[in-house]
């Protein structure tokens, strides 16, 4: 299947620092996703891009697709911004069915 | 408000008990899904539904058992479960399975097997 490997593991700023998360992907892939974890356990869908970029708010996200990477960037980091960033990727031609998750970037942002 | 709702948020079971878990999503999406998040591990799809069907079943052991009576509601049986089993255990939905349907997921239920 397709691997997917985000880095760094962990990541502890200050707030009003900015961060860039990343993920790589070994295969081409015409789904991707990122999701924010708050330390409550709920996922949230913060992006679909596939290609291109999008940005909201103080979050912006590429993805480059040919050279099998997506950034998440986050800027003036708050508090709220911790807990565990992923992203999930399905490789062309799959639907959800076969959506892959990496293990994730642990964000901490210090007050 | 996510548009998911899960119950209970907490759970724990003796390996001989019998529990159910619960979803429901108030987006009127079509595919619903199981997944289980344990430490250290990446999100593990356990099962998809489309317009009530189940079209992927992950090598998922026997002693959970989906149930999805109609598009908005989808349950997990759980009898005879090992501590091993014991996660956070998320449900999510999304328009369909299509590649351009983003994920939503519900706050998980934890559950602990003792």
């Known amino acids: 299947g397709i691997q997917v490997e985000q880095s760094p593991p962990d990541l502890i700023l200050q707030e009003g620092a900015n961060s860039t998360l990343r993920c790589n992907f070994s295969d081409s892939v015409n789904n991707l996703q990122w999701f924010h974890q708050n330390p409550w356990g709920q996922l949230i869908n913060l992006f679909y891009?596939?290609?291109g970029t999008k940005q909201n708010g103080r979050l912006s996200a590429t993805t480059v697709a040919t050279e099998r990477y997506s950034l998440l960037y986050i800027s003036s980091s708050q508090t709220t911004d911790s807990g565990v960033y992923f992203c999930?990727?399905?490789?062309?031609?799959?639907?959800?069915?076969?959506?892959?998750f990496g293990t994730g970037t642990r964000l901490t942002i210090i007050p | 408000e996510t548009g998911v709702t899960q119950t209970p948020r907490h759970l724990v079971m003796g390996m001989t008990n019998k529990k159910s878990l619960k979803c429901e999503q108030h987006l009127g999406h079509n595919a619903m899904y199981w997944y289980k998040q344990s430490a250290k591990k990446p999100l593990e799809l356990m099962f998809v539904?489309?317009?009530?069907?189940?079209?992927e079943n992950n090598s998922v052991p026997s002693r959970f058992s989906p149930e999805c009576p109609n598009s908005s509601h989808l349950f997990l049986h759980l009898h005879t479960l090992q501590p091993e089993d014991s996660a956070l255990y998320l449900c999510?939905?999304?328009?369909?399975?299509?590649?351009?349907?983003?994920?939503?997921f519900g706050n998980g239920t934890r559950l602990t097997v003792t």
């Open positions: 999930a990727v399905e490789r062309s031609g799959f639907g959800n069915e076969k959506l892959t």
């Open positions: 539904y489309n317009f009530k069907e189940q079209t």
């Open positions: 999510a939905s999304s328009q369909d399975v299509g590649a351009r349907s983003p994920l939503h």
């Open positions: 891009i596939p290609s």
